[in-house]
């Protein structure tokens, strides 16, 4: 009786095919394991696939998340110093006005621009 029961389990084994077994699991994590009637073993690669496959995208996501985020800070940068450069530059045109104004105090800022494009270009020569 021993040997009939041996001979059961390698007809039972031989009736899968080891092609489509692998076919199957290379299509789906664990369906070569749940076309062999190993049902935990197929239900545990199909978790154990999904779980890495959804830790890996959220990494991913992540660092996209970060890439954008590093972007957006760096041209709110850009922003924020071409911004202090303009204010800063308009504050030193108002000292050089208020500076210029003493010694010419009936002049306007209209004078003033004109003359230190006079001034500008005396420099330059």
């Known amino acids: 009786m021993a040997d009939l029961g041996e001979q059961e389990d390698t007809l039972q084994k031989s ?5 489509l077994t692998g076919a199957a699991s290379l ?12 049902y935990v073993k197929g239900g545990l690669y199909f978790a154990t696939e999904t779980i890495m496959g959804l830790v890996a995208y959220n990494g991913y996501d992540y660092y996209r998340f970060r890439q954008d985020l590093l972007q957006a800070t760096r041209e709110e940068t850009r922003g924020t110093r071409a911004s202090f450069e303009r204010v800063m530059t308009r504050e030193q045109e108002n000292l050089d006005f208020d500076q210029w104004l003493e010694d010419n105090p009936q002049g306007t800022r209209e004078d003033f621009q004109k003359d230190s494009v006079g001034a500008t270009n005396r420099v330059r020569s």
């Open 15 to 19: 009736v899968y095919s080891p092609v």
């Open 27 to 38: 299509g789906f994590p664990g369906l070569g394991q749940v076309y062999s009637r190993r």
